[in-house]
């Protein structure tokens, strides 16, 4: 094909820069969704970012290329972009509540609900029952949380559950004390 037969297939379009490549090359999308490529000289050129709107004077693709980016741009004018309407100043926002670790979400679960399994933490702090498991012994490492071994039947080598609780006293309710809470 001739350079004036490309040329007659040169059309205006108007685009939006999804992605600059680490090459220096752009792929942009026009508002049908069809995608148009940037070479690097233009790119650089032009200073395009992504996020860019451009209107891009462009021509079919390379045979090889058409089936998934159906255009080249050849030229481009940056029209603005879409990160001209963010501002650098801060809005006025109430202040963000401190975020509130896993290990402190586990004693407090432990100080509403008292003693519970692994598991059950796991599911409160939408966790796995791995990473509460560890969390747990983490906490019980630091003296922070007393931790019980409970075996459904005499012969078996592991226990049946872990149950977790802040003191070891949380474990032994006496139903006759009366100073009691639990």
Not at 13 to 31: C, E, H, M, P
Not at 95 to 113: G, M
Request: net charge negative; hydrophobic share 35%.
């Amino acid at each position: 094909m001739s350079t004036e037969e490309m040329l007659k297939d040169v059309t205006t379009k108007s685009v939006f820069v999804d992605d600059v490549s680490y090459a220096g090359s752009a792929f942009a999308a026009t508002t049908d969704g069809e995608g148009v490529f940037i070479n690097a000289r233009i790119v650089e050129a032009m200073k395009v970012k992504g996020g860019d709107y451009l209107k891009a004077w462009v021509l079919p693709n390379y045979e090889d290329k058409r089936e998934h980016i159906p255009w080249r741009a050849m030229r481009i004018e940056v029209l603005g972009s879409a990160f001209d309407d963010i501002s650098d100043e801060p809005e006025d926002e109430t202040p963000l509540e401190p975020e509130v670790s896993k290990d402190e979400l586990i004693v407090q679960k432990l100080e509403d609900y008292g003693p519970m399994r692994t598991s059950v933490l796991a599911r409160l702090l939408d966790t796995s029952t791995s990473e509460a498991g560890t969390l747990c012994h983490g906490l019980f490492a630091q003296g922070k949380i007393a931790m019980a071994d409970i075996y459904s039947d005499p012969s078996n080598k592991r226990a049946s559950h872990r149950v977790w609780a802040l003191d070891i006293n949380e474990y032994d309710v006496d139903p006759f004390d009366e100073t009691d809470q639990g």
